[in-house]
């Protein structure tokens, strides 16, 4: 990777940025103007997509097809879809599934991306903790609108910030009833759509009522909840709890335990696996140090042809080569763990991992990328990631923009 050079303009804390050393050339006020509106009407693939909606029966896959219409809402300079329904003026920012196949790549000076997977809610109150630091009263708090119109300045294509795309889109994702409270009041937002689940570390929480709240959520076309999850199984904290569980008094009892929590979270696993399926929307996968339990379960209750995400890979290149051969739908997703002086094996598994099984993801506020480990990671951190994996791959980053941007299309339908 080039060299970097820090810059110190005013921004939120956790927007930590920095630039190519070269720089680059610099533009005419038109050619700005002109530039950056192109960068915020990025190509959608119609035909394609709408014949595979109209084709079934899925209420998540018949949402009306957005047409090649779009508006920038001046408060943030994020993209809303603009949707024909049988509601005559109606504008959605709810997503639509699509199969239509990649956009040709635009021109370096008009990509734009998207995080296929944030926490919103955590962000914002991360960075306003950070930003409270010192300070009195409300004036600190960050929110969605203070944060969108920060990272808008930084990705001023003339900006000293820029990285080479701008942000058009990001699903956040809530996985337990606090976070889905907490959701709802970013939903409307433009540009952002969410996944509505239960994590396995929230497994205790999942009931018929919880149930019934992702379900509806996600089959309703007036909203932007477009996938269900993220769900799955999670080894590693779970054993460590019931290791630190001091009232479990010897072996046979945490033994006991275990089989109880490891029975939970692969029956709510199992549970949103068919919701998914029933709605035939998107299934966001969180698996860490249960390969073994994970596939098996997937082979028991998905279909092939499910649209799956599997949300910050880390696992083995054993597992991602099983999973991408038997699920032709599947994409894995890439955090900044890609950027890390030890991230050495999830890099090798980006560099055997076809570009267009890639989809790029910040998992924010958690493992921002070099150069900001430490900082609160965001959306706007999603160029980072990218330049390290076209960097692994030997390709240019410009690609891995425009194919993620297309892959994201047509896991999400956005």
Same mark, same amino acid.
């Given at each position: ?27 005419s006020p038109c050619a700005r103007a002109g530039r950056m509106a192109l960068a915020r009407v990025a190509p ?5 997509? /709408?014949? !595979? %909606?109209?084709? =079934? ?6 949402? $009306?097809? +957005?047409?090649?219409?779009?508006? &920038? #809402? ?17 504008? /959605?920012? !709810? %997503?639509?599934? =699509? ?6 790549? $635009?021109? +370096?000076?008009?990509?734009?991306? &998207? #995080? ?178 994970t596939l098996r379960l997937m082979r028991e209750h998905l279909r092939k042809d499910a649209r799956v995400h ?105």
């Open positions: 990777m080039p060299s970097c050079v820090a810059v110190t303009p005013r921004r939120l804390p956790g927007i930590v940025i920095s630039r190519d050393a070269d720089g680059g050339a610099s533009q959608v693939a119609l035909a394609a997509g /709408r014949a !595979a %909606a109209l084709s =079934t029966s899925s209420p998540v896959a018949r949402r $009306p097809i +957005a047409v090649a219409a779009r508006r &920038v #809402d001046p408060s943030t300079n994020l993209v809303a879809l603009v949707s024909r329904s049988s509601s005559p003026g109606k504008l /959605r920012h !709810a %997503a639509v599934a =699509t199969d239509a196949a990649p956009t040709a790549p $635009p021109a +370096a000076d008009t990509l734009t991306y &998207v #995080d296929t997977h944030c926490h919103l809610d955590l962000i914002f109150q991360k960075m306003t903790s950070e930003a409270k630091k010192g300070k009195k009263g409300d004036a600190a708090v960050v929110d969605f609108d203070s944060w969108r119109h920060q990272l808008t300045q930084l990705e001023d294509p003339d900006s000293e910030s820029y990285l080479g795309a701008q942000l058009e889109a990001c699903l956040t994702v809530a996985c337990s009833r606090r976070a889905m409270d907490a959701v709802r009041d970013i939903l409307p937002k433009p540009g952002v759509f969410a996944a509505f689940g239960c994590h396995p570390l929230s497994a205790h929480e999942w009931d018929a009522d919880m149930a019934s709240a992702v379900e509806s959520a996600v089959a309703d076309e007036n909203n932007a909840v477009v996938a269900v999850g993220e769900c799955g199984l999670d080894y590693h904290y779970a054993l460590k709890e019931i290791e630190a569980d001091e009232s479990l008094a010897d072996d046979a009892a945490r033994e006991a335990r275990w089989e109880e929590v490891r029975k939970t979270q692969e029956d709510v696993f199992v549970a949103q696996m068919k919701m998914a399926t029933r709605l035939g929307a998107p299934l966001v996968i969180h698996t860490r140090e249960a390969e073994a339990d599997v949300h910050c890979f880390t696992s083995s290149a054993s597992l991602a080569r099983t999973l991408l051969g038997e699920y032709p739908n599947l994409c894995l997703g890439f955090t900044g763990v890609c950027t890390f002086k030890n991230g050495g094996d999830v890099r090798e598994v980006v560099r055997s991992t076809p570009l267009d099984r890639i989809l790029l993801e910040t998992d924010g506020p958690y493992m921002a990328p070099a150069p900001h480990r430490g900082a609160v990671a965001h959306p706007g951190h999603v160029p980072h990631i990218a330049k390290k994996i076209a960097e692994v791959k030997g390709v240019r980053a410009e690609e891995v923009f425009a194919q993620c941007r297309a892959n994201t299309r047509r896991t999400y339908g956005f």
